[in-house]
């Protein structure tokens, strides 16, 4: 008798954004969305220099570590994602049915994210270290309880 192998979902597939592929953008929108930053965020900023001016002192790792933590504190093992509401998925299925352009490729997009937030989470946590991740707009709004999130791992 064979042991039973658990069941491992396949990922989801994100097809390349492309016209050949079927999305289309105007020259604007396509601008727009290059400009938006993966690191160096607003509220990531806002985050590391209150910790900072608290004496908290972490490091960005030049060697990016797996899954690109925003803040990580090696001493305490504990990595910091600041996440934004629409690329990792807020609220996700009230928001999906809320895009109305290019549906396949953003719905399937942010699934992966959500997807790969949570095989970030489980590399770390079986590391035994401890994950941390904020919204954005949870940063910008409530920056001190963030912060004493922060601290209650250093009691």
């Known amino acids: 008798m064979k042991p039973?192998?658990?069941?491992?979902?396949?990922?989801?597939?994100?097809?390349?954004?492309?016209?050949?592929?079927g999305f289309y953008t105007t020259e604007q929108r396509?601008?727009?969305m290059s400009q938006i930053k993966s690191k160096g965020t607003k509220p990531e900023k806002l985050l590391k220099k209150a910790l900072w001016e608290l004496g908290v002192r972490y490091k960005t790792p030049k060697k990016p570590l797996f899954g690109?933590?925003?803040?990580?504190?090696?001493?305490y093992k504990l990595v910091i994602f600041v996440d934004g509401a629409f690329w990792h998925g807020y609220d996700w299925e009230n928001r999906k049915q809320a895009i109305?352009?290019?549906r396949e490729f953003w719905i399937a997009k942010i699934e992966r994210n959500m997807e790969r937030d949570l095989?970030?989470?489980n590399f770390y946590k079986s590391k035994g270290w401890i994950v941390l991740r904020?919204?954005?707009?949870?940063?910008?709004?409530?920056?001190?309880?963030?912060?004493?999130?922060?601290f209650d791992f250093f009691k």
Do not use: T
């Not at 039973?4 to 979902?9: A, D, G, Q, S």
């Not at 690109?68 to 001493?75: G, M, T």
């Open 134 to 150: 904020f919204w954005d707009f949870e940063v910008k709004g409530k920056l001190w309880v963030c912060i004493n999130m922060v």
């Open 4 to 21: 039973n192998k658990p069941y491992i979902r396949p990922k989801v597939a994100v097809a390349q954004f492309s016209e050949e592929n």
């Open 119 to 121: 095989e970030v989470n």
């Open 30 to 32: 396509s601008y727009n």
């Open 68 to 75: 690109k933590p925003d803040i990580s504190l090696k001493k």
């Open 100 to 102: 109305k352009s290019n």
